[in-house]
């Protein structure tokens, strides 16, 4: 399975972020988490070798059909796709 990046914090749900590298929405994101000071982990999904890659894929499609990034799962219930500091500030304040 895909190596995750645990990224320390205040816990408040399990938060898995898909992400590219080279994405500038991925890092906003990133970096809006971070100011918010929450534990949360993330997957450069476009550094993974060839054939955990397909496999991450189609993780993120059972939530994104689309495969956009970034795309946030919140405690296996819920989705966030982009960049949507609104949506990702409501829950991680619960």
């Known amino acids: 399975m ?3 990046v645990q990224v320390p914090g205040k816990e408040v749900a399990p938060l898995k972020l898909y992400t ?3 994405c500038g929405w ?3 994101t ?3 988490l971070g100011e918010l000071g929450v534990a949360y982990e993330y997957i450069d999904v476009d550094l993974l070798p060839p054939a955990e890659k397909g496999t991450v894929t189609e993780e993120i499609m059972k939530w994104n059909p689309k495969c956009s990034f970034p795309t946030m799962v919140v405690d ?3 989705c966030i796709i982009g960049y949507n ?3 990702i500030r409501e829950v991680v304040s619960k």
Request: hydrophobic residues 20%; contains cysteine; proline residues 0%.
């Open 30 to 32: 990133k970096a809006l």
């Open 26 to 28: 991925c890092r906003k």
């Open 85 to 87: 500091e609104e949506k």
């Open 20 to 22: 590219l590298s080279t």
């Open 76 to 78: 296996n219930q819920q």
């Open 2 to 4: 895909a190596e995750t």
